[in-house]
């Protein structure tokens, strides 16, 4: 071997494993890592099993301000859904609801009433088509929903 290769492989070494040393995270933290992970994958496994099972998984937590609130919290919509003009506030991944009532027909070309019992949207479907309201849920919804598009 040459001058140059013993040179080339030698920096390689050290240019390589220098970096693997320096920017390799130390073990307790990398365990720490982990078990937070799996933690957490536990969880979301929890909340999976209980919605296949058909209960109702907890609800983060929400504050409710309004009787006319409850229906969310009843029905698990504090899951995706906050309605902050009610005071609701809870899951974040589904839109705020408080200009629902007014907003639904334009967005998906029917009326709120109409959605309810059979949502155009891909998630809304999966969820009431699983549990669909009864006529007084729809009800309390609708009042719900009304009141806050008013404040």
Request: hydrophobic content about 35%; overall charge positive.
């Amino acid at each position: 071997m040459g001058k140059s290769t013993l040179i080339f492989v030698f920096t390689f070494f050290i240019a390589f494993g220098g970096g693997y040393f320096i920017y390799h995270p130390n073990a307790k933290t990398s365990q720490a890592a982990v078990e937070k992970q799996s933690s957490t994958k536990q969880q979301q496994s929890k909340e999976g099993e209980t919605a296949k099972s058909g209960e109702k998984a907890s609800a983060p937590a929400a504050t409710t301000s309004s009787k006319e609130g409850e229906i969310f919290t009843k029905r698990g919509c504090v899951q995706c859904h906050s309605v902050s003009a009610l005071g609701i506030k809870a899951g974040q991944v589904g839109p705020d609801l408080s200009k629902a009532y007014t907003t639904v027909e334009g967005k998906h070309g029917k009326k709120i009433e109409d959605f309810l019992k059979a949502p155009t949207s891909a998630v809304m479907s999966g969820v009431l088509g699983k549990q669909p309201l009864t006529d007084d849920e729809r009800n309390a919804v609708l009042e719900a929903l009304k009141v806050a598009s008013e404040k």
